[in-house]
């Protein structure tokens, strides 16, 4: 049984949740913990603007905090990103850990719009987002507040099995943390969650750009991309 009404130390801390990680590991060897390396929670520009977003609202500002040092100690044992959901195992204050699912709302109509515009406007665009990098013309796409790509409070569902029947749990907390570190090694698990496709993005920007072309060289072509010919020239 794991106890912190006493005081525990950081370094205890961390290796309870290696001896938790042990043990899931044997029952799903595929799971994929979040290793935070170092202070910071977020190195990149996706982590950092994913965190800072929940941080903004009132509803989460006072709670996601808790959350803080379940992740940098390694409590998040387990965490899962697909479409429109994530699910996760965080160890908490018994020996078996909790289950955690969270759900973001599909984009609307409008915000799918925006983004095939504005990211259309440029292959260069969506190639940088692929990359890990981030083009500073679409930083207000993605985090105007209320209206951007990140998810706004309402948007978001979340549940744990845990005790506590505070609005967010420390577990839950801890899992919104860990899908931002988890942002920093991988951006395009943002556009998944999302349910943003990224392929058409390509398909559409491809054909328009060669459109352009051809009208400019007064020649005249079909707007077909193959999905192979995506996946091969962007490595998707």
Known sequence: ???????????????????????????????????????KIAKTWWGNAWNKNLQSYADFANRIGRGSAYVKNGYVLDLQ????????????????PYNIK??????????????????????????????????EELTTLFTQ????LFPSP?????SCDCPDWAYMCKHVAATLYGIGARFDEDPTLFFKL??????????????EKMDSMLKNSGKKTKRVLLDADISELFGI
């Open 145 to 148: 507040r209320g209206e951007g």
């Open 194 to 207: 999302r349910n943003i496709e990224i392929e058409a993005l390509l398909k559409r920007t491809i054909a």
């Open 81 to 96: 990103i697909e479409t429109g959901y994530v699910t996760a195992v965080v160890a908490g204050s018994r020996s078996k």
């Open 1 to 39: 049984m794991w106890g912190y009404n006493d005081y525990v130390p950081v370094a205890q801390k961390r290796a309870n949740a290696q001896v938790a990680l042990a043990k899931l590991r044997k029952k799903k060897p595929d799971i994929n913990p979040v290793i935070i390396n170092g202070t």
């Open 154 to 158: 309402r948007e978001i569902k979340f």
């Open 102 to 135: 969270i759900t973001i709302d599909a984009l609307s109509r409008s915000s799918w719009e925006r983004i095939t515009t504005l990211c259309g406007r440029s292959i260069a665009n969506i190639d940088q987002l692929l990359q890990g990098k981030f083009p």
